[in-house]
């Protein structure tokens, strides 16, 4: 079997380790449009159970990730007039830069085997005419996928806040959420560490803060001077650090979720970001990529037929992150409305800011929520239970 994979970020590069792994014979290459370690990003986050996947999936990799990567397990906010939350020994997280995560996936995969070619851009799957099955792990901007945006049905939604990916020589202790009212509006941001000297820092706002703060027709570096005024709290005397567009302006963004009617056509198929996008206030994407590849090998070697095998894995992985998508939906609303949220005391802010994914939240005055939205999140799954007790019963 030949295959060819398009992109060389996670997906991509996780699916051929794990096919090495089953079947060293397989010709697999991978095919990136870029130099060798000149991606962009700061870090990315990751939790317990994905580490315990990657384990299983390949020890090798998942103990270099682990031994690269830094350890949270409390988070912070700060809200209003330097009030501050705390809650410690809470979930397990972990952040590890993403240059550093696709240097160690890269190496990983030319020891198996696996043949990376770089500054190689691939824009029609014909140029793969030999290859057996065609894998479009080139991301959110997929051209692959566009070129029959039409059979996939693809469809692209963005979201209505503001939003900048920025790093910082800050390190974080906790996963630190930081809220700051303006004349204009509220502006917040989520700051982690990726390593022992730098931190991600994202800034977030509603396009009516943004616009209100001037941030709309602002340099890159007077952008970043008026966010260090706004988060000088938490960043104490640090900078953040843009990535330098060569026009010099910001690099603000919506966020866009992406979702797809299939996944396959052909023996072409969608990877990670290609097939689908999650909002990145749940810190999901990297699990989610390399989840895909994961679900694509094991679908791959449990179906003779490539139709099939494609077949399953589109089945099998929709079911799965269907969950996570639904979460990542209520998150991104929870901070679209951010407002309805702000008037509540510090603790009460901070309890529902964990709760965010929660389907009943929106529907829900706050307050009430806070004092009573635990127990009725259970009554469903309660009344579940009882009718199946009863069923068992009769």
Known sequence: ??????????????????VKRANPAVDIAVYERNPAGSTYGWGVTYWDELLGNLYVADPESARTISESSVRWDSWVAYIRHRATVTAKDSDVGYGIGRHELLAILAERALSLGVRIEYEHEITDERELADADLIVAGDGVNSVLRERHATHFGTEVTAGRDKYMWLGTTKVFDAFTFAFTETEHGWIWCYGYRYSNDHSTCVIECSPETWKGLGLHQTSEADSLALLEKLFADILDGHPLIGRGQADGSAHWLNFRTVT????????LVLLGDAAHTTHYSIGAGTALALGDAAYLVQALYRESRLESALARYERKRRSAIRPVQRAARYSARWYENLPRYMELSPLEMFTLLGRRQSRLLPHVPPRLYYRVGHAIEQIPSLLTFKRRAGSKAA
């Open 260 to 267: 797809n009617r299939t996944w396959h056509r052909g023996n």
């Open 1 to 18: 079997m030949k295959i060819a994979c398009v992109g060389g970020g996670p997906a991509s590069l996780y699916l051929s380790i794990l």
